[in-house]
């Protein structure tokens, strides 16, 4: 999976290739996943530590417009880490 940005640990990515609906994200942390839906930030899968899901949520409502348009388009490109 394509690496969108990382930050506090955390690594953000993006699968095209045969993707299935809710459009979404995954976020990795150590041995730890979680699977994000773009449209409302909220974990839909995974065992993220709680703290991991808000920076992930804090960050991806910054970025839901260029998330959604990634998935649409099928054109990866990297973002801003959360400061």
Partial sequence: MPEITRFYGIVIKIFFRGEHNPPHIHAVYGEHNGV????????IEGD????????????GES????????????????????E
Avoid: C, G, N
């Fill in 48 to 59: 993220l530590p709680r703290k991991a899901i808000k920076l992930v949520q804090e960050w």
């Fill in 63 to 82: 970025y839901k417009d260029d998330l959604q348009e990634m998935w649409d388009s099928k054109q990866l490109k990297k973002l801003p880490p959360l």
């Fill in 36 to 43: 994000f839906e773009i449209s409302t930030m909220e974990m």
